[in-house]
């Protein structure tokens, strides 16, 4: 692949983390099967991948209205959830080609990470891969009232920035996550070409 190049224009770089800065989806998908699995939900990979950048009570919401089954105590199945994805963090690795345009202008260009993820886990990510101290911020699942593919995430980090939305450009590996971004007035990249998850 040809080395990216940012467009004129371009005043500031947007990056989702799950799937786009670290290849992180096998292993939340095992930590997703493992946790419905307990408690009596199904979640095909196809499904998995449809929402993916969607946070974690809102997909457990969605399944539980699909599939008719009641979700009970749902921090706590949160709960479950992330922590079985941290114990298989030694698993994730840097989706190198994003990797290298974060590294390749941490000191061109203000860069912030916005992701449908929770804080402790995507901070987690974040130091795992080694590029938590290259992000002027981090927006997080906790951080916006509204999801992907509403815009507010990408708005929140252009406004922690100090740039107008359409000077940002979005790195994104999802659906729902590039139409947030077209939604928020900025250009989406998508980066489910450049790597085999």
């Known amino acids: 692949m040809t080395p990216w ?7 500031a770089l947007i990056f989702d983390c799950d799937g786009t800065l670290a290849d992180t989806m096998p292993v939340h998908f095992k930590a997703w099967t493992a946790m419905l ?6 979640f095909p990979e196809k499904r998995f991948y449809e929402l ?3 946070p974690t009570k809102q997909i457990i919401r969605i399944l539980s209205a699909e ?26 690795k840097p989706v190198q080609v994003v990797y290298d345009i974060a590294r390749d202008h941490r000191h061109v260009l203000p860069m912030a990470v ?19 101290e290259w992000f002027h911020t981090v927006v997080c699942a906790e951080d916006t009232a509204r999801h992907k593919p509403e815009p507010d995430v990408f708005l929140e980090a252009a406004r922690r920035m100090w740039v107008r939305p359409e ?31």
Not at 5 to 11: E, F, Q, S
Not at 37 to 42: E, K, L, S, Y
Request: proline content about 4%; hydrophobic content about 40%; overall charge negative.
């Open 5 to 11: 190049t940012a467009p004129p224009g371009t005043h």
């Open 52 to 54: 993916g950048g969607v």
């Open 167 to 197: 000077l940002c450009v979005v790195f994104e590996d999802t659906d729902i996550g590039l139409e947030a971004a077209r939604r928020a007035g900025m250009q989406g990249v998508d980066v489910r070409g450049w790597y085999n998850p």
């Open 67 to 92: 599939q008719g089954i009641p979700f009970g105590d749902l921090d706590a199945m949160v709960r479950e959830k992330e922590a079985l994805f941290l114990t298989m963090i030694e698993d994730v």
């Open 114 to 132: 916005a992701s449908g993820g929770y804080r402790e886990v995507v901070e987690r990510t974040l130091k795992f891969i080694g590029v938590d």
């Open 37 to 42: 699995g307990r408690h009596g939900f199904a």
